[in-house]
């Protein structure tokens, strides 16, 4: 079991449509960062979020940090073929001394044209 | 110029060998780290390393270390490979250990063991 879960695991869609991705734990984290990996290359932070109840826009992108701290959405607007890639969320538990970041289980996006 | 660079980007090699997969960062990070990437794509740590202390996943097996020349290089050495070690890695690097300091990855290197 994972311990940040990501859905759907695959999502293919038309241009110009709208969507969300979900990424879920039963634990409680002090921040959540959301990347974007593209084929061939490493992941590239898209944004962090710290506190509950936090939203975040970066241009087309919504980021969303649940109130319990618990949970996380990413919703793209008019979504175009450049946003097809890897979406990893990925976060730090609030418990423990080190940082260790945890990675999702990952949402295939597929933008068709 | 690349922030973290990794080489080579493709390893291919035969079970036992021992094979290295170097990493650089010219972010002047204090941290780096070796991340693994499965099939499924699913990213896990494998150690985190600064100047003062690494740590250690405990599931990663001992035939896999970190070597540190210097603060700006973190490679990654992998004795007697075995085929389950087929999978990408990652080298990162970020300015602190802080929650909210992000992650920089390099391209990955992408390891196949036969």
């Known amino acids: 079991t994972q311990l940040l879960e990501q859905s759907p695991q695959f999502l293919s869609i038309q241009e110009g449509e709208n969507l969300t991705v979900y990424c879920n734990s039963s634990?409680?984290?002090?921040?959540l960062q959301w990347y974007r990996q593209e084929p061939g290359e490493g992941p590239v932070l898209l944004v962090t979020?710290?506190?509950?109840?936090e939203v975040k826009k970066l241009k087309r992108l919504t980021f969303q940090f649940g109130d319990a701290r618990k949970d996380s959405s990413l919703h793209i607007t008019a979504a175009q073929p450049g946003d097809t890639g890897l979406y990893l969320c990925?976060?730090?538990?609030?418990?423990?001394?080190?940082?260790?970041?945890?990675f999702g289980s990952g949402t295939q996006l597929t933008v068709l044209p | 110029d690349t922030a973290v660079s990794q080489t080579p980007k493709y390893l291919v090699t035969q079970m036992g060998n021992d094979k290295s997969i170097k990493c650089e960062q010219n972010?002047?990070?204090?941290?780096m780290y070796w991340y693994k990437q499965d099939s499924k794509k699913f990213l896990k740590i494998m150690f985190s390393?600064?100047?003062?202390?690494?740590?250690i996943n405990e599931t990663v097996p001992n035939r896999f270390s970190p070597k540190s020349p210097d603060k700006a290089h973190l490679n990654l050495h992998i004795n007697s490979l075995e085929l389950g070690d087929s999978a990408v890695y990652f080298c990162a690097s970020s300015q602190s250990q802080g929650a909210r300091s992000p992650l920089h990855f390099g391209n990955g290197t992408r390891l196949t063991v036969t």
């Open positions: 979020v710290v506190t509950g109840g």
């Open positions: 972010l002047g990070h204090d941290t």
């Open positions: 634990s409680v984290f002090s921040s």
């Open positions: 990925a976060g730090t538990l609030t418990s423990g001394s080190a940082r260790q970041l945890t």
């Open positions: 390393y600064n100047n003062k202390e690494l740590i």
